[in-house]
Structures are given as structure tokens and as C-alpha cells.
């Protein structure tokens, strides 16, 4: 009766000993995984943000105004949209906002606003850097003066 009890505890053990190696094996890749899609979710987000700061400068850029708004006004409409809603877990990186303003800036002639900002996440942020090479997310917007 005693050898088959010691049989038994001997498999119980042997397979918690083979979930912990599993778990072991599958533990970083589950790591990576999950890091790699909060990277892709914020990277998607901060374009969605930056499509409509672009959108929201090139708006502010084709009003019937007299006189018609400069280009710094316009960029300052566009850094203010996205000073509170870009996220940016690298820190400290400010989008560049180029402004096209066609000569006159009256109907039918267009307003280009373009949107640039290197994107650094968590996982991403630490491989774009061995590579030198960052992800750069571009917006635009073209309006028609009104």
C-alpha cells in the first residue's frame, strides 16, 4: 500500500515540475506579446491624435477671417491639441507641425498642415533605439481656403 502511495506522490510532483518549465518557456513570450500590442494601441492612438490636431490646425487655418491666421497661430492651434492628448511613455518629444499656406490664402486655394512626431513606446522605444532608427508617425490635412 505504501509503494503505491509513494507512486502517486512522485506524478503529482513530476507534473508541477513540468507546468513550472512550461510556464517558464511560455512566460517571456506571453511578455513580449502583450508588450508589443500596448505599444501597437499607443502607437495607433497618438496617429489618431495627430490626424486630428492636423485637422484641427488646417480647420482654424481656413476660416473666413480678416486678416487670415499666420502660421505660428496655426501651430499653436496644433501643439495645444496635442500637448494634453498625445501620449508618449519616451518623454519629452514635441510634434513638428509644418504649415503650407498657398499665395493668397483666399477660395479656392488650399491649406496643407502636416503633423510629425517620433513615437517611442515601452517595448519599441528600447529595440528602435539599438537600430537608431525611430518610429516616426505623420498626419496631414489639406483644406480648401473658404
Given at each position: 500500500?505504501?509503494?503505491?502511495?509513494?507512486?502517486?506522490?512522485?506524478?503529482?510532483?513530476?507534473?508541477?515540475?513540468?507546468?513550472?518549465?512550461?510556464?517558464?518557456?511560455?512566460?517571456?513570450?506571453?511578455?513580449?506579446?502583450?508588450?508589443?500590442?500596448?505599444?501597437?494601441?499607443?502607437?495607433l492612438y497618438n496617429k489618431a491624435i495627430l490626424t486630428n490636431a492636423a485637422r484641427e490646425g488646417a480647420r482654424a487655418g481656413i476660416v473666413l477671417r480678416n486678416p487670415k491666421p499666420s502660421n505660428a497661430e496655426i501651430q499653436q492651434v496644433v501643439l495645444g491639441y496635442t500637448q494634453s492628448t498625445l501620449i508618449d511613455p519616451g518623454g519629452g518629444h514635441?510634434?513638428?507641425?509644418?504649415?503650407?499656406?498657398?499665395?493668397?490664402?483666399?477660395?479656392?486655394?488650399?491649406?496643407?498642415?502636416?503633423?510629425?512626431?517620433?513615437?517611442?513606446?515601452?517595448?519599441?522605444?528600447?529595440?528602435?533605439?539599438?537600430?537608431?532608427?525611430?518610429l516616426v508617425l505623420q498626419a496631414s490635412a489639406v483644406m480648401v481656403n473658404e
Amino acid at each position: 500500500m505504501n509503494l503505491a502511495r509513494g507512486k502517486a506522490f512522485q506524478s503529482v510532483f513530476f507534473v508541477t515540475g513540468v507546468a513550472a518549465v512550461e510556464m517558464a518557456l511560455v512566460l517571456p513570450l506571453l511578455c513580449a506579446l502583450s508588450l508589443g500590442l500596448m505599444d501597437l494601441s499607443l502607437a495607433l492612438y497618438n496617429k489618431a491624435i495627430l490626424t486630428n490636431a492636423a485637422r484641427e490646425g488646417a480647420r482654424a487655418g481656413i476660416v473666413l477671417r480678416n486678416p487670415k491666421p499666420s502660421n505660428a497661430e496655426i501651430q499653436q492651434v496644433v501643439l495645444g491639441y496635442t500637448q494634453s492628448t498625445l501620449i508618449d511613455p519616451g518623454g519629452g518629444h514635441t510634434p513638428v507641425v509644418t504649415v503650407v499656406q498657398s499665395v493668397p490664402a483666399a477660395f479656392p486655394n488650399p491649406l496643407q498642415v502636416t503633423v510629425t512626431f517620433s513615437f517611442q513606446g515601452f517595448a519599441a522605444g528600447a529595440l528602435m533605439r539599438l537600430f537608431q532608427t525611430p518610429l516616426v508617425l505623420q498626419a496631414s490635412a489639406v483644406m480648401v481656403n473658404e
